[in-house]
T-cell receptor, first 115, second 110 residues
Framework: GAVVSQHPSRVICKSGTSVKIECRSLDFQATTMFWYRQFPKQSLMLMATSNEGSKATYEQGVEKDKFLINHASLTLSTLTVTSAHPEDSSFYIC???????????FGPGTRLTVT | EDQVTQSPEALRLQEGESSSLNCSYTVSGLRGLFWYRQDPGKGPEFLFTLYSAGEEKEKERLKATLTKKESFLHITAPKPEDSATYLCAVPGTGANNLFFGTGTRLTVIP
C-alpha cells in the first residue's frame, strides 16, 4: 500500500513555457501533499504544503506565482511551473500523507529540464 | 530551532562489513523519526518510523534504533544493492512537514 505516482517522469521544455506535473496517491486518500525540489547531491527542499481543497502554503523564498499548486481532490495534486527558465531545471518530488499521520510517501520524482 | 544532522556524509563499505549511520535531532516534542532510502534519480522510499526512545525496528539487513537525542541505522552484512542515500527526518515543531537531514551516501563494494 501507500503508493504515490508522478507524471511525467521526465520533461524537457523551452524557456518561457509552462509545465504541469501531476502527483497521485493510488491507494489512499491524501489529505496533505508536499512538493519538494532536489538539486544534485543535496537533500530535499520543501517548496510547499497543500491540503485538499485549500490554498497551498509556500515556504519562504518560493514564488507562489511561479510554482502554482492545486490540490483539488484527495488523490491528486498538481504543480505548474509557469514561464520556466533554465534555473528551474531540477528534480521535483511530491509526497502524500493521510490525516493524523506524519509518515510521508513519496512519488518517483520528475526531472525537469528547461532549455 | 529544529535540526537534523546525519553522519557520516558518505560511507564506503566492503560487502559484508557491518556499520551504523547516525541521525542526531533537536526538536521539541518528538512526534516520530523517519528513515528513508533514496536511490539516484528516484523518490525516497519509506523504511521505518520510530516514536519513542528504546524502540527498535528491523527490515532485512537494516535495524533502526532511537534514543532521546539520536537514531542509528545499523546495516548488518551489507550487499551492493544496499548502496543508496539514507535520509532521516522528523516533523517540525508545530507542523506536519518533515525536516530532512542531508543524508548518508552509502556505497557497498563487492
Amino acid at each position: 500500500g501507500a503508493v504515490v505516482s508522478q507524471h511525467p517522469s521526465r520533461v524537457i521544455c523551452k524557456s518561457g513555457t509552462s509545465v504541469k506535473i501531476e502527483c497521485r496517491s493510488l491507494d489512499f486518500q491524501a489529505t496533505t501533499m508536499f512538493w519538494y525540489r532536489q538539486f544534485p547531491k543535496q537533500s530535499l527542499m520543501l517548496m510547499a504544503t497543500s491540503n485538499e481543497g485549500s490554498k497551498a502554503t509556500y515556504e519562504q523564498g518560493v514564488e507562489k506565482d511561479k510554482f502554482l499548486i492545486n490540490h483539488a481532490s484527495l488523490t491528486l495534486s498538481t504543480l505548474t511551473v509557469t514561464s520556466a527558465h533554465p534555473e528551474d531545471s531540477s528534480f521535483y518530488i511530491c509526497s502524500a500523507t493521510s490525516t493524523g499521520l506524519y509518515e510521508q510517501y513519496f512519488g518517483p520524482g520528475t526531472r525537469l529540464t528547461v532549455t | 530551532e529544529d535540526q537534523v544532522t546525519q553522519s557520516p556524509e558518505a560511507l564506503r563499505l566492503q560487502e559484508g562489513e557491518s556499520s551504523s549511520l547516525n541521525c542526531s535531532y533537536t526538536v521539541s516534542g518528538l512526534r516520530g523519526l523517519f528513515w528513508y532510502r533514496q536511490d539516484p534519480g528516484k523518490g525516497p522510499e519509506f523504511l521505518f518510523t520510530l516514536y519513542s526512545a528504546g524502540e527498535e525496528k528491523e527490515k532485512e539487513r537494516l535495524k533502526a534504533t532511537l534514543t532521546k537525542k539520536e537514531s542509528f541505522l545499523h546495516i548488518t552484512a551489507p550487499k551492493p544493492e544496499d548502496s543508496a542515500t539514507y535520509l532521516c527526518a522528523v516533523p517540525g515543531t508545530g507542523a506536519n512537514n518533515l525536516f530532512f537531514g542531508t543524508g548518508t551516501r552509502l556505497t557497498v563494494i563487492p
